[in-house]
């Protein structure tokens, strides 16, 4: 009773902000993040502080944390209903909703660096097939997250060798979960909130997250005993998505300072990532951490074991469901050769 109480409140509000103004008019805003506040928060933050800065205080961005308004895998039913205006969605937390986004999440795609990783995934979220699965929930991507390649981190006997994954229970979502599976572990998809308590527990000996950043925003390395350098699994990309009924009805005024604050809150996120590196590496190793360092051959091994086959597997499951998937993973690393030349 109370969650449609909240839910009521809420939507009223959304449509509240969300409806017509004038450029000099108070416009209110929401956001719906999962997490604390972290290095792939900066976006958000940043966006909220140019809006109310360049707006003279007439455009405000709230931003609510760790679910306040929903949990993660329903984001996109609240913007749909316009619950807020914008959020910070995983589309592997709810798969279904977004089939043609599960390419993104594909292991070990060749996609170097996080600058790749903007121009790859603008570009694939502008091709029409997905913008118009996005518009579905009266959604639209309007800038990625970016987030570093995915490492792990555990608890009991180090995964040494490729054998040593065989029957670990892993937290890897989506395509990084069938590679996981591929190389005999069992995967399992948690929200990143709920990580630190099950691996805790023992629920799952090992979870990725985006290296380093994620371990610490979360505090894993304070129940782990090991960590993977080199493996770069992949990521869980994730995009800031607002409401179609927010943008449409926001002054151009207001449009235009979004938009043309994108390019620094790109370098913002990147030298977020830089800066949580120098402040993770000394807590891991206060903690006495040992390193799994993956070579290059080992790697190489990876992606013909547990790589290509998922690619392979998706594009396939894909097209059954009447998905240009083929088409889809074409794109992608047709964008991913353009952004390394």
């Known amino acids: 009773m109370f969650r449609e109480i909240s839910l009521s409140i809420a939507l009223g509000a959304g449509l509240l902000a969300a409806m017509p103004a004038g450029a000099a008019d108070k416009v209110t805003w929401t956001f719906s993040l999962y997490g604390p506040p972290r290095a792939a928060t900066v976006t958000f933050e940043y966006l909220a502080k140019v809006a109310k800065e360049k707006s003279g205080g007439n455009f405000i961005i709230n ?6 308004l929903g949990e993660a895998k329903d984001f996109l039913d609240g913007i749909k209903v316009d619950a807020y205006q914008g959020a910070f969605v995983a589309y592997s937390y709810a798969p279904a909703k977004t089939p043609l986004q599960g390419v993104l999440d594909m292991p070990f795609l060749p996609i170097p660096d996080l600058v790749a990783s903007a121009k790859v995934q603008d570009g694939y979220q502008a091709w029409p097939p997905v913008a118009d699965e996005l518009g579905k929930w009266n959604a639209m991507h309007f800038m990625t997250l970016l987030l570093p390649q995915y490492e792990f981190m555990g608890t009991g ?3 040494r060798n490729l054998e040593d994954w065989k029957g670990m229970r892993v937290r890897a979502l989506g395509g990084l979960g069938d ?5 005999g572990g069992v995967p399992t998809s948690v929200s990143a909130p709920e990580v630190y308590t099950a691996l805790e527990r023992g ?3 090992a979870a990725s997250f985006p290296f380093t950043y994620g371990f610490t925003a979360y505090k894993l390395h304070e129940v782990s005993k090991w960590y993977t350098l080199g493996m770069q699994l992949g990521i869980v990309h994730n995009s800031v998505v607002l409401s179609q009924t927010a943008w449409k009805a926001l002054p151009d005024e207001y449009k235009k300072i979004l938009e043309e604050a994108r390019p620094e809150a790109y370098r913002l ?5 830089e800066e949580a590196d120098k402040k993770s590496f000394p807590l891991f190793e206060k903690r006495k951490l040992e390193v799994i360092k993956v070579t290059p051959e080992m790697r190489e091994k990876l992606i013909a074991t547990a790589g290509k086959p998922v690619w392979d597997q998706w594009v396939a499951e894909t097209e059954k469901k009447g998905l240009p998937g083929k088409e889809a993973l074409e794109k992608v690393l047709s964008l991913a050769k353009q952004a390394t030349n």
Do not use: D, G, I
């Open 63 to 68: 931003l609510k944390y760790n679910e306040q």
């Open 157 to 159: 006997k180090p995964p």
């Open 179 to 183: 590679a996981m599976k591929l190389l």
């Open 203 to 205: 629920t799952f000996q």
């Open 269 to 273: 996120q990147r030298v977020a990532y």
